[in-house]
Nanobody
């Protein structure tokens, strides 16, 4: 299984950016998909999750209303549309996939077995 995250970069506050996650080696439609982010020296923070094919989603408190997670099952890809970016959004962003299990907590990193390598997003003020 491989997850490849891309789309990070340097933007200004107020700008938007779209991250992409391309998956291979798994049946995308059977997995929950999520984005987490991490700043050096801090714990990995939940950003967003899309847990099933009906589009059920979860968002972290700090990004709710600004970020949108989507998935394309046939294409084995997921995206994170990030709007109204703030300097506090600066982090390495990771995409993750986990076998769907309704006993799992979608906002917990432990729900996800597979992780991408991360893509850096830097938001300047």
């Amino acid at each position: 299984v491989q997850l490849q995250a891309s789309g990070g970069g340097l933007v200004q506050a107020g700008d938007y950016l779209t991250l992409l996650c391309a998956a291979s080696g798994l049946t995308f439609s059977r997995h929950m998909i999520a984005w987490f982010r991490q700043v050096a020296g801090k714990e990995r923070e939940f950003v967003a999750a899309n847990v099933d094919n009906d589009g059920r989603t979860y968002y972290g408190y700090s990004v709710k209303g600004r970020f949108i997670i989507t998935r394309d099952n046939p294409g084995n890809t997921a995206a994170l549309q990030m709007n109204s970016l703030e300097p506090e959004d600066t982090a390495v962003y990771y995409c993750a996939a986990g076998r769907r299990d309704y006993h799992k907590i979608p906002t917990s990193p432990r729900a996800y077995e597979y992780w991408g390598q991360g893509t850096l997003v830097t938001v300047s003020s």
